[in-house]
């Protein structure tokens, strides 16, 4: 017999005792029950994670868009300044009576 292969036999019977105490818990009551509330909890922390995300993006897109407004505004507040500074008749004309 060659080292390798003594090496992947013990390799092997190691893995299938493992694979057999691992068929064995599963097969537990209480295993199961842990198993399920894992899977539970999990489903609700991802959920809860989902919402806060999305509440996160939905509050950073509200900051981005008042940032946006408030610039927008100085800027139409610049252009009616420029607007109401410009002469509104021409020149030489008759003044309103």
Same mark, same amino acid.
């Given at each position: 017999?060659?080292? =390798?292969?003594?090496? =992947?036999?013990?390799?092997?019977?190691?893995?299938?005792?493992?694979?057999?105490?691992?068929?064995? $818990?599963? !097969?537990?009551?209480?295993? !199961?029950?842990?198993?399920?509330?894992?899977? +539970?909890?999990?489903?609700?922390?991802?959920?809860?994670?989902?919402?806060?995300? $999305? +509440?996160?993006?939905?509050?950073? $897109?509200? @900051?981005?868009?008042?940032?946006?407004?408030?610039?927008?505004?100085?800027?139409?507040?610049?252009? $009616?300044?420029?607007? =109401?500074?410009? @002469?509104?008749?021409?020149?030489? =004309?008759?003044?309103?009576?």
């Amino acid at each position: 017999m060659k080292v =390798s292969q003594v090496w =992947s036999d013990k390799k092997a019977r190691k893995w299938m005792w493992i694979g057999l105490a691992a068929f064995v $818990a599963l !097969q537990i009551y209480y295993v !199961q029950e842990l198993l399920a509330a894992l899977i +539970l909890f999990t489903g609700v922390f991802v959920l809860f994670g989902l919402i806060v995300l $999305a +509440l996160y993006f939905v509050d950073r $897109a509200g @900051q981005w868009g008042l940032g946006w407004a408030g610039h927008q505004a100085r800027r139409g507040i610049t252009v $009616a300044e420029e607007f =109401s500074k410009k @002469q509104h008749r021409r020149p030489r =004309s008759e003044t309103a009576q």
